[in-house]
């Protein structure tokens, strides 16, 4: 391709619109454009990208023994009605009506899809197991598109589902997904860290998210780094808090203390009240499926909603409002505690097992009870874990210290039970003749995620480091002057023309620049390899050779092809 004949539109300037390295990059690199909030046009070089980050997809998928399938983005509610998902995915459905006023969605995933599919097609055990893909795009009315292609009302995924006879076999087609995914990620030079996942609003038992660690992520993700733990935080267990919750009773009953104006753990802890954080019961206010419950953690951790909804089964929770508090308690939140409390269900976190001495709310307002034993004054419904670890924490497997990194999810993969195939039919005959429903697998890849992703983990001031798997072009091949019929353009052409016959994608910068603006484009855009031809190294007949991320080198200019293979070959 010749810079001239394609669409590189580069920008100097980064756009308003962008806040992350990489939402800033993907719009200077001249890779995509914003259409309206979430939703991009994705030009000729970033078009090149995806296509090359989906072939890898695709070619994962087969060697897996998938089948690539594609279904249609629109989809009759019924199916969604069927599953129950029309009212728990209702936050992100996109409902558009045809000439009838018949409603349809806009697909945000496809299990209600394949399953019914499944359901129609597959009735022996002789036909399974069965692993389907595609590679589409997905709608989702988020509330909060953001960070470009990182969070889009409309994007690409590759989602993929597989249908077993039974758990066993089951686990096998994940473990299949889960290395393909370990190599697709790998392919496409993205470091990624599988950790292990709630199962959230799809359902089902057992899940891994692939995470990219990042500062821009929107996830936290704890490992331990000896690599044999890693997991969400929403999921991830530790040893316990570092500081250890005190046990020696003071002896003392519970005795009330007035705390004027002190509505935190941080207030009571200060000066003239002197009580540790470790040392206090926080006490808050739920209301799981319309009935409330009280929860108790030490005065320095915090709730883990998700953990909540995990133990509970329920994803309809949430914090009960001062005034429903009140009600229940007769008191405002600063001054809640559980002593006496037997007309609401008390979850206790597990750190406060046998915690004595400790210091809690009065449910009066602008009183704290102290020499509170949790055994003798609590009367304690459920003990669970409802802590967030911390980093410093160490790890139930090894001992080691866990650390906390901010994280981008690219890939989820979920064992589904039968969930689905329950709902909707998709019911076998087995051996011995007996219905029985599939057990199923759901897999994940946000493509359009991964993309930005790789631009997110590789850059650097000047611009993208892509890598070559992926780069919308491996070499680039800079003339210094491109004058028609001169030295300097015909060696170039020369090179290009050979690039191309081996095979490899080259890119002619034939503009008519100055070679600091040709020079800061190419690393822009950042292509692994520039050739650069000029007069002065020409003098020597030399041409510079410079990866993206490495060093300078000089060559003879009939040798410049073969050191851009052997450099290409080096990098596969
Ligand atoms: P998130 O928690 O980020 O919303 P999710 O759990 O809803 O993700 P899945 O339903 O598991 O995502 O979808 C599979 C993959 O699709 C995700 O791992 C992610 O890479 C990608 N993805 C999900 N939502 C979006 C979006 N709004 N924009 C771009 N990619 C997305
Ligand atoms: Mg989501």
Not at 379 to 400: I, M, N, P, Q, S
Not at 452 to 464: F, L, P, R, T, V
Request: charged residues 25%.
């Amino acid at each position: 391709m010749r810079w001239t004949q394609t669409f590189i539109p580069t920008l100097k300037e980064t756009p308003a619109e962008a806040e992350i390295t990489s939402h800033k990059l993907l719009l200077r690199a001249g890779l995509a454009r914003r259409l309206a909030g979430g939703l991009y046009t994705f030009l000729p070089l970033g078009l090149r990208v995806l296509r090359k980050i989906e072939a890898i997809i695709r070619e994962e998928m087969n060697r897996a023994g998938a089948l690539e399938v594609a279904m249609p983005c629109l989809q009759p509610p019924e199916i969604w009605q069927k599953s129950g998902r029309y009212q728990d995915m209702s936050e992100v459905l996109y409902h558009v009506y045809d000439r009838a006023k018949k409603e349809w969605l806009l697909g945000p995933t496809h299990e209600e899809n394949i399953t019914v599919l499944v359901a129609s097609e597959i009735n022996s055990y002789r036909q399974l197991p069965k692993n389907f893909y595609q590679i589409t795009v997905k709608f989702r009315d988020e509330i909060r598109p953001r960070f470009g292609l990182m969070r889009a009302r409309e994007f690409v995924m590759k989602d993929a589902y597989s249908f077993d006879v039974d758990e066993r076999s089951a686990e096998v087609s994940y473990q299949k997904m889960y290395d393909a995914y370990v190599r697709i990620f790998e392919r496409c030079g993205l470091r990624t860290i599988a950790v292990e996942a709630h199962t959230g609003a799809i359902g089902g038992s057992f899940s891994h998210e692939f995470m990219v660690p990042a500062e821009s992520g929107e996830n936290e993700i704890a490992f331990c780094e000896s690599g044999k733990y890693a997991a969400n935080v929403e999921k991830a267990v530790s040893q316990g808090p570092l500081i250890p919750t005190p046990t020696a009773s003071t002896g003392a009953s519970p005795e009330k203390f007035p705390t004027p104006g002190v509505l935190t753990i941080e207030a009571l802890a200060q000066p003239p009240y002197n009580v540790p954080a470790h040392h206090q019961i926080k006490t808050l206010v739920y209301i799981v499926e319309s009935k409330p419950v009280v929860l108790l953690l030490r005065g320095d951790d915090q709730l883990n909603e998700a953990k909540l909804a995990g133990a509970l089964g329920t994803v309809l929770l949430r914090p009960a409002t001062p005034e429903e508090i009140y009600e229940l308690l007769g008191a405002h939140p600063g001054s809640l505690g559980a002593v006496g409390v037997t007309h609401v269900p008390v979850y206790a976190d597990l750190a406060l097992r046998g915690a004595a001495g400790m210091t809690t709310g009065a449910n009066q307002d602008g009183f704290h009870l102290r020499h509170v034993d949790i055994a003798r004054d609590i009367k304690v419904t459920r003990w669970l874990d409802l802590r967030t670890v911390k980093a410093g924490e160490l790890c139930l497997a090894t001992g080691l210290p866990l650390k906390i990194s901010r994280a981008i999810e690219v890939g989820h993969i979920f064992k589904l039970g039968t969930k689905y195939s329950e709902k909707l039919g998709a019911v076998f005959l087995d051996e011995q003749g007996r219905p029985r429903p599939a057990v199923m697998g759901c897999y994940g890849i946000g493509v359009t995620r991964t993309l930005q992703a790789i631009i997110e983990q590789s850059n650097d001031k000047d611009g993208i480091i892509w890598p070559m798997s992926v780069a919308p072009y491996t070499v680039c091949i800079t003339p210094l002057d491109v004058t028609p019929g001169g030295r300097i353009m015909s060696i170039a052409e020369q090179i290009y023309r050979q690039l191309i016959e081996s095979g490899v994608d080259a890119i002619l910068d034939d503009r008519d620049e100055r070679p600091g603006v040709k020079f800061k484009d190419s690393e822009l855009v950042g292509f692994p390899i520039r050739v650069a031809v000029g007069e002065k190294s020409l003098a020597n007949e030399q041409v510079e050779i410079k990866p993206r991320a490495g060093q300078l080198m000089l060559v003879h200019k009939t040798e410049a092809v073969n050191r851009v293979l052997e450099l290409i070959k080096r990098a596969n």
